[in-house]
Each structure stands twice: as C-alpha cells, then as structure tokens.
C-alpha cells in the first residue's frame, strides 16, 4: 500500500526499507559542480536531498563536483556554503570530487588491467565520427585494441603530462554499437595542463564526470543518488562503472532521476547566468533581479519562503514550467506575517492641510503588523505638510475613485480624515500642490465618533520635514519572454527587458533611520521592501522585493 502523501523518491526509499535495506544506511549527497553561484533550481534540489535526510534522519553530504579545472573556483566554493546555510540546511562532511583523484586513477588502472580501458589517440574528430549516430552503430577504433602493457605506459605518460592537450584521452571499452550513445566507448580521462583550484598543479589529466561521478558515490557510501532526468541515459554508464570496483560487502549506490525546475520569464543554466555577470547585464552574481539564491536574498526573499516554494511544487518525474508568479505568492505569504508595516511614498506630491496649526507637530500610534500581536506599535510624526503618492489623487474624480479628489474625503493611515479643497498648479499646468482641510475629530484609534467615520479610502503619507529621503530600487522581470532560452533564430540576451530597475527617490518614516542592512519591511500600500546592501547611515537604500498583489495578474 503506497502513501500518496510521499513523494516518488521517498516511495522509493520506503520500498527499499521494506525490502530490507538497513535504515540507517541511507545517505545523500548535493553535488554541486562549484563553476558559478546556486540558483532557485538548485534550491529545488537542495530541499529535495536535505528533507530527505530530515526525514529518514540520515547524514547529506556536501560534494563539490571539481573535475573540470578550467571553469572552476574557489569564489564559487565559498558562495555555494553560504547559500546552503542560509537556506538552512546542514551538511554532514563536506567533500570534493578532488580529494578521489588518486583513488580514481588507481580505479583506472584496475579497469586498464581488465582490458576494460585503452588510450586512443586519434583527434576528438575522429572519435566522434566512429561514434555513429542514435540510429547507426559505431565502428571501432584503430588503437581499441592496444596491449595492457602500451596503455597502462601511455596513461602513466598522460599523468606525468609528458603529452600535450588534445593528443591522447584513456576511453571505457564498453560497446560501440550499443544503442545508448553513451555506452560507445566514452572518455574517462583528458588531458588538461590547467591549475586546478585544491589540486593546484598535481594533475595533468582529469576525470570525466560519468566516470567520477558513481565512483564518488561509491566512496562516500551514498545509497540514494539524485539527479535530474537529463542523467537517465546515463544511468547505465553509471552502474557499469561501478560495476567494474564493486565490493558487495559495500552499499552499492543508485541513481534516481527528477524533473527539473524551470520557471518562466527566467534563465536558469549558470553557463548563462555567467554570461549576464559577465556582459554586466546585471550587476554582479547577487544582482536582485538574478534567479540566483544570492540575489534571492538580496531582493528580500526568506529562505523560509524558498523551502515552501519547493515544497509546494513538488518532487515531478515529467519535466514542466512552473510560475515564477507561484515564487512571489510564497515569498508574499511570508512576508506578510513578518513583515512590520512602514510608511513610505515614492512619486511624492506635496499636501497642505489649511486649517492644522503652523508649526504643531503631533506623534500618532502606529500599529507595526495587525497580523502579528506581539508587533506592537510605534509612533509616526504628523505635521501640517505632507507627502502623499502623487497617484493617490485627480482632482476630479472618476467614478469608483477610492482616493482624494477636490471636495471628497480620505482617511490619512494612523491620522485624521482629510477633503480635498483646491490645487495649485505651476506654469505648464502641473500641480505642485493640494490643498485639504482635516477633520480636527476624527484621530484614528482615538475613539470619537468622527474617528470611526467610514470615508472611501485609505492613503499612506509622510511628514515632509520628518521624513528619510531614500533611493528605492524598483525591479521587474529580467526577461519579457516567458522561455527565453527556447527560440531557435535568437539569443536568451535578445528577450532582456529594458526597463528591470527603475531607481527613485522616496521618502520614508523617519522610524526607518534605524533600519539595518535586509531588514525587511512592508511599505504600506505599495509592497515589501528590504534594506539593500549598499545602504549606509548616510543614504538608505531599499530594494523593491515584490508588490503586494501578483501585478501581472490580468
Ligand atoms: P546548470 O545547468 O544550471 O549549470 P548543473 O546541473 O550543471 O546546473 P550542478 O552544480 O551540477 O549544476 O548541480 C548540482 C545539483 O543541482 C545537481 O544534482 C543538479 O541536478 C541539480 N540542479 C541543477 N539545476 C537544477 C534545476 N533547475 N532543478 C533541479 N535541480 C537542479
Ligand atoms: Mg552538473
Ligand atoms: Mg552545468
């Protein structure tokens, strides 16, 4: 009887276990390959790998995938642990394919020794034309048949980089005409003259990934391998390696295969996330507009909002696109219990109240956060001069307009109930400012009768002379096309939207001079709002982290 609250892989595990296999020899692993930052897909993957450890409380180890020296940095090591903690998991022992290049090479001369390996020589041309194709077998080789004694020699030559690049690769002697492509022969090792960022120097070759990637398993004893579906072809190479050094006293891992996440309006591949850092599309890895979990973070995003994310899409077994607007409602139903509530206005026009005394300032109670109790209230400066969102007014109001207008009230938030009177305009007609009258009774909270007047609406505000001016950047979808990595003719670069950040001047309560770097906040009205890095004493500077309704709705 199968429970439908698990998902495939923990049906997986379960069947596993009732078959026999001891409980507490599951072990996991994330393997990132540390050639650029972790983005929301491998969020997916993290939360994946890591809840199953929390689950069958079993150790997740942290391999780093470092095989290929020429893309690979310390940088992209030390951002990948960041990311993993933040998001608030724990690894058990970290690793790296590196530290088995020894072993690897022993393995390799194991499988040489068997008649199961050769050195070819020929260019990667020639190689790939004897490969066949999907539908046409491949032929073999002129140097497949090599002795042990000529191959083990070459290999050895291949390390001690007595060769140049390009000049030999050591291949599995599998099958070529099998009819999975992957099982032609495939290279288990290059030659590579580059400085490797653990190994430094040491290696002059360098193991192809189907071949490390098992055997890496192996040696951490990992039960469960998960990878994405783009794997399952390899799933054979996979086992034949292990195969070959399999000791049955020893868990043998294997390999199960998930769908990937995409989200629309975003490129995902690291390859093209470099590119955009790069060109300096964006402004660095953490750039709030990348899918990245460091520009996540830096946007506002809770990393309790990312784990609901991934658990609220699922473990699929078919590949499908999911919303990006799915992410944002996540991120938004968090932030909305968290979040303390601020005022703050962006397009600013400045009001009048004609008949509030020159120079009396008053202090109102605030409430920080009505969906949280222990929240509590804070106070706000109001004065006779006021900024209010420029598009909170028309003088004359259209039908169904819920907010000022000349001879209709509003109520200022924690304040009083304003009635727009009269404009004054400059000399193109512009209006620079409104004029309103307040109704001296009608203090929010303080229990009057005029104070529990119904009016339209509701405005945020500041008080000009207590108010923080503060640069806000405002952020929009990076790409305007919903795939835009999937068109034949044209680049994802070509699909860039041109107007992702838009850079204001706002001005905020001064409650907010005290604010930290991503602290967070909900500017009321108008959406939530962190505390950029670049922020200092001097200027605050937030990041638009998303709008309080999905504004892409309709
Ligand atoms: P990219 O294609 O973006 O370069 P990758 O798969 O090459 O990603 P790795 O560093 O090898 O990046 O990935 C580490 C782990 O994260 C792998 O197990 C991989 O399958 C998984 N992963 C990567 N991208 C996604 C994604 N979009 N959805 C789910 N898992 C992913
Ligand atoms: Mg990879
Ligand atoms: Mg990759």
């Not at 999911?322 to 703050?344: G, H, Q, Y």
Request: charged share 30%.
């Amino acid at each position: 009887t199968e429970d439908k609250s698990l998902h495939f892989i923990e049906q997986i595990i379960e069947e596993n276990i009732t078959d026999g296999f001891p409980k507490d020899k599951l072990r996991f692993r994330f393997p990132p390959e540390p050639n650029g930052y972790l983005h929301i897909g491998h969020a997916k993957s993290i939360c994946l790998q890591f809840g199953l450890g929390l689950r069958y409380n079993a150790p997740v180890n942290l391999r780093f995938d470092d095989t290929n020296p020429a893309k690979e940095e310390q940088e992209y090591v030390d951002a990948i642990k960041d990311d993993l903690q933040w998001l608030g998991f724990k690894w058990d022992e970290e690793h790296y394919a590196s530290d088995y290049f020894q072993q690897l090479y022993d393995w390799a001369i194991v499988l040489i020794n068997k008649g199961k390996a050769y050195v070819d020589s020929q260019s990667s041309e020639d190689m790939a034309t004897q490969k066949g194709t999907p539908t046409q077998p491949g032929v073999d080789g002129p140097y497949r048949n090599r002795s042990i004694e000529e191959n083990l020699s070459l290999f050895e030559g291949m390390k001690n980089g007595d060769f140049p690049e390009g000049t030999h690769v050591l291949r599995a002697k599998i099958d070529m005409k099998s009819t999975n492509m992957l099982m032609r022969d495939p290279l288990m090792y290059r030659i590579l003259h580059r400085h490797h960022h653990r190994t430094g120097n040491d290696w002059k070759i360098y193991p192809m990934y189907d071949y490390a990637h098992g055997e890496s398993d192996y040696i951490e004893q990992i039960s469960h391998s998960i990878c994405t579906l783009e794997f399952v072809m390899h799933r054979e190479l996979y086992n034949w390696f292990l195969d070959q050094i399999y000791d049955n006293s020893l868990v043998r891992p294997h390999q199960y295969e998930f769908a990937r996440l995409n989200l629309n309006y975003t490129v995902m591949s690291k390859r093209k996330l470099l590119q955009l850092v790069q060109d300096k599309v964006v402004n660095g890895w953490d750039d709030p507009r990348m899918p990245t979990i460091s520009g996540l973070r830096r946007r506002g995003y809770t990393a309790n909002a990312i784990r609901k994310f991934c658990d609220t899409i699922g473990v699929a077994k078919r590949e499908n696109v999911i919303d990006v607007s799915l992410l944002e409602f996540c991120l938004r139903e968090d932030l909305n219990k968290t979040a303390p509530r601020v005022m703050a206005v962006l397009d600013p026009i400045k009001v009048i109240i004609t008949n509030y005394p020159e120079g009396k300032e008053e202090s109102l109670d605030a409430e920080n956060n009505q969906e949280d109790e222990t929240a509590g209230f804070r106070k706000v400066p109001f004065s006779r001069e006021l900024y209010i969102e420029r598009e909170d007014f028309l003088e004359v109001a259209p039908a169904k307009f819920f907010r000022l207008s000349i001879g209709n009230e509003v109520r200022l938030k924690n304040a009083y109930i304003i009635k727009g009177e009269s404009v004054v305009k400059d000399n193109e007609g512009n209006i620079t400012e409104i004029h309103v009258s307040y109704d001296t009774d009608s203090l929010s909270g303080s229990g009057s009768e005029a104070s529990k007047r119904k009016v339209a609406g509701t405005l945020h505000w500041v008080s000009i002379a207590h108010a923080i001016p503060a640069e806000v950047r405002v952020y929009d979808r990076l790409f305007i096309d919903e795939a835009p990595d999937s068109h034949k003719e044209k680049n994802f670069l070509d699909f860039m939207n041109q107007n992702s950040l838009e850079i204001v001047t706002g001005y905020v309560e001064p409650s907010l001079v005290s604010a930290e770097i991503d602290n967070k906040f909900q500017f009321q009205r108008l959406g939530y709002f962190n505390v950029d890095k670049d922020s200092t004493a001097l200027k605050l500077v937030f990041n638009k982290t998303v709008g309080l309704k999905d504004a892409w709705e309709e």
